[in-house]
DNA sequence: CGTGCCAGGTGCCTT
DNA sequence: AAGGCACTTGGCACG
């Protein structure tokens, strides 16, 4: 059930909004307004036509015309309110944790409209970082020729490294798997892994390629890089390939 | 000027949107639909209530009615088309580079509008990392007394040091400057940065707070914390200080 | 609550 | 175009 006001009143609209708050539905609401926003950091955005989206769950996000990211923004969990003074419509949202206060003045409404969206769909993703770990674990000679894997997902003091294991010549391994380029910053988190540790351990970086820099450091370090053929890897799984998926659905 | 369909047939949304396309304006559409991306990863969502957003630029938005995030969506410049067919309005978003495709497939359509969004304002961002390092360095009172800064930004082998100095004592200096909560990693870097020197540097991380493990840690080094006083430094900004901020406009 | 880490991260700036 | 890096990153999982 829709309900939707064409050019309202500022009254109207935030009489329209509190009712909806009082509700959770959803509100879309489009005008001429400005941004203030203050908490982490801060800033200011002058009057102009935007869309000002609150969600049930406290949510605010405000779109300008062009762009995949809102403007300004409030996560959930907030504390809305609305009013009209001094002939503006005042919307208003407190974040507890951390502080952050986000205030829209509107002098314009165009349009606004409410709903309760009911939408209980899985959303199912693709394959992820974990899929590639099972299937690398199943088949470690797409790491290196020989290499046994004892664990994986193994926690350590200073985070989780992804294998561990044993390799041809029977030295102790840590594997670190990226799925995309890895950075300088795989490299810290591998060297992070093998320096707590008291004995030796060789160090392995397995991803579809590595930047110049990570690579450098990496070898500066006496790790090994491994490159990850995502093409091989992706016939293993039981999710359909890039291709396939195309012709079916597209 | 606003334009928009209450309960339209999915012609009538569909020819709406593709009047809206040629004009490049920006289009909010509430129904029942379902969506499949493809490409650099991939999704299905099956049919639920939801907002898609269609911008001038060529992004596109699928909002559920919970979360900050879009669970779907497509960068600007993407070629988007829209038609009706067995039954269903199809809205389609190419991606050229990388490859991504994204299909929204309409059962009913709620409520469409599209506007152009008259938008010229410019968008003030507060202070960034970079603001405070230069009102630092131009102000290495605010770190400790007496302290003179000697280089920024100097690059180490091991990274880059905000700030070398000299204290009031003559001690060679370090200071990492952390724009918000210092943690254990921040501690750590300065610690890195000081352990590559062969001579002896003195540590001073500044933050405007820190983690009760990171100050442990950091006292156990040996090294100091120094409390930035943000609003004193805002001060010297053109930005007012967030209680002013706060007063003025909240 | 802090720490670690992934994300279809996005956006900005540099080579 | 590719690489590096900051971001009001958001989000999740775990101690």
Redesign the pocket.
């Known amino acids: 059930m829709i309900q939707s006001l064409l050019y309202p009143s500022l009254e109207e609209a935030s009489d329209f909004i509190n009712s909806a708050l009082r509700v959770k539905n959803l509100v879309v609401c489009c005008g001429l307004f400005s941004?203030e926003?203050v908490?982490?950091?801060?800033?200011t955005l002058g009057a102009g036509e935007r869309i000002l989206i609150i969600k049930g769950d406290g949510?605010v996000l405000?779109h300008r015309s062009k762009?995949?990211?809102?403007?300004?923004?409030?996560?959930?969990g907030c504390i809305i309110r609305c009013r009209v003074e001094d002939g503006k419509m005042i919307l208003f949202s407190e974040?507890r944790?951390p502080k952050?206060f986000?205030k829209a003045v509107f002098d314009k409404v165009y349009i606004i409209f409410s709903t309760s969206l009911v939408d209980e769909a899985k959303f199912l993703?693709?394959p992820?970082?974990?899929t590639f770990y099972s299937i690398l674990f199943q088949h470690p000679e797409f790491i290196e020729k020989g290499l046994r894997l004892t664990s994986r997902q193994k926690?350590?003091s200073?985070?989780?490294?992804?294998f561990t294991g044993i390799d041809e010549g029977g030295n102790y391994v840590f594997v670190?798997?990226?799925?995309?380029?890895a950075?300088?910053?795989?490299v810290k988190?591998l060297d992070?892994?093998i320096k707590s540790q008291p004995t030796r351990f060789r160090g392995i970086l397995c991803a579809p390629?590595?930047?110049?820099?990570?690579?450098s450091l990496l070898e500066k370090k006496g790790y090994s890089f491994r490159k990850l053929d995502l093409n091989r890897i992706s016939k293993l799984l039981t999710i359909e390939p890039f291709e396939e998926t195309l012709d079916k659905h597209f």
């Open positions: 941004v926003y908490g982490r950091s801060s800033s949510s405000v762009g995949y990211e809102p403007v300004n923004w409030q996560p959930s974040r944790r952050e986000l993703m693709g992820s970082e974990e926690p350590l200073t985070g989780v490294v992804d670190e798997v990226k799925r995309r380029t950075g300088v910053d795989a988190q992070r892994y390629s590595i930047t110049k820099q990570a690579l």
